[in-house]
């Protein structure tokens, strides 16, 4: 945010900009952990999100995670055409696929919901989508996942404590299968969760 502000302060108010978040890269993880470049994708996902001027390249499904510098980028530049097309001159489809929206506990169940879906969601290579998370006070945990329309309905495990927030591919090199019906990945994200 800040340093938008500044290139805006000397290049211009409406300068638009376009966000390319960080791809995978890293080893791959077998159970949830913290991770400093899932923290900074998701704040890159709320800085674009927040900005009327701004929009997100999602990137996660592209990297290497051998290599830092992701060598497909033919695809950046797609995606990257795609969510300036939209931003700069209203293009039709979504600017940068589905975003995540509201995360609702209901019951046993929590429920989030995703906007702007072309086509809608479907996990690929799979029947379920995977790399939700649900967290409690003492950590995070594999959720299972299933897929109803623009929703994703999650079922925690019983631990006995408040689910507080929910996160999807939160880690250095995820595996994310969930798409739209463009070619688009959900990118990471957290949110916190709220009660019916």
Known sequence: TTLLADWRRQFGADMPALIVQLANFGDLADQPVESGWARVRDAQRRVAEADP????VVTIDIG??????PPNKQEVGRRAARTALHLLHDADGTAWGARPRSARASGERIVIRLADIEGGLRAMSTDQPGGFETCTA???AFAPARLVADRIILSPAESGETVTHIRYCWADAPLCPLY?????????????VSSD
């Open 138 to 140: 003492s950590g995070c």
């Open 180 to 192: 739209d019906h463009a070619g688009l990945p959900v990118g990471p994200f957290e949110l916190a």
């Open 53 to 56: 001027r701004a929009g997100l």
């Open 64 to 69: 290497d995670r051998l290599d830092i510098h």
